[in-house]
């Protein structure tokens, strides 16, 4: 009797056993299945991303943004490329900003920067300057309160030493040439009567020597005291077809003709 029970509760015990494990399979089925067509169902899901990115990159309607600020590395971590908060945009070589290009300021500005010198050049949409040291040493562009055109070079002391352009005053060609002071010692543009020159300027800026135009259309020359021209030292030129030297200044009259004293006037045969 007791071989019975015993035989009978080992039975039981067994087949509790196996019940429970054929139970605990089918709640595993079912999961592994639920997790499977949870997967099916992600992968439907981006096969159609996928085929709608490639119809609008076809029709050039896909649009690819990256919100600023974010920049761009090497594999060793150094920045090639950054765009800040600020719209500006910054170009790296070996570490240093080579480049730059900003929005600020109601308009563009373009910089380049040499890696191994203070010097850079910068480009707006009114002009094109060179700096060394953060001094100006050549600008082209438009005059920001004449609004004329030129391209000046200016010494290390921000003085314009050379320059050439539209001048202010007369809007016409003009060409100069400056000592380290800033002084312009030589000049080609046009007289207010709109006849070419040349002039020489003494130390006070004053002209000392012009090469123009006369009324007949031929070659003049006046040579001028260091004070001024008022009245010219010397007055060389042709009247048509003949020449004429006058000197100064007590014998000089031009208001008289062609008469002189002897020793301060000279005239060719016509």
Not at 69 to 91: L, M
Not at 162 to 185: Q, R, T
Request: charged share 25%; net charge neutral; hydrophobic share 40%.
């Amino acid at each position: 009797m007791k071989c019975l029970k015993l035989c009978l509760a080992f039975g039981i015990g067994w087949l509790t056993v196996v019940g429970m494990s054929f139970v605990a399979d089918v709640f595993a089925q079912r999961g592994n299945a639920g997790q499977q067509g949870r997967l099916q169902e992600r992968i439907r899901f981006l096969e159609a991303r996928v085929e709608l990115l490639e119809h609008l990159a076809q029709r050039g309607l896909l649009v690819k943004r990256v919100a600023a600020p974010f920049e761009v590395t090497d594999n060793a971590g150094h920045r090639i490329f950054y765009v800040s908060r600020d719209r500006d945009v910054e170009y790296y070589r070996d570490g240093k900003i080579v480049a730059e290009m900003s929005a600020e300021g109601g308009g563009g500005t373009i910089w380049a920067l040499a890696s191994n010198s203070p010097s850079r050049m910068s480009l707006t949409g009114e002009a094109m300057v060179a700096t060394e040291d953060d001094k100006t040493r050549m600008e082209l562009g438009r005059d920001s309160t004449q609004g004329n055109y030129r391209l000046i070079f200016f010494s290390k002391d921000g003085k314009p030493v050379s320059g050439i352009g539209e001048s202010s005053d007369l809007v016409s060609g003009l060409a100069f040439v400056g000592d380290l002071s800033g002084n312009v010692k030589a000049r080609i543009g046009l007289t207010k009567a709109g006849r070419s020159s040349v002039d020489v300027n003494g130390d006070n800026n004053n002209m000392i020597v012009r090469l123009t135009e006369g009324e007949k259309g031929g070659g003049v020359l006046l040579i001028c005291s260091a004070n001024g021209c008022d009245p010219p030292m010397v007055d060389a030129g042709d009247l048509g077809g003949f020449g004429v030297v006058r000197t100064g200044p007590e014998f000089y009259n031009p208001g008289v003709g062609l008469m002189g004293v002897p020793g301060s006037f000279l005239i060719g045969k016509h």
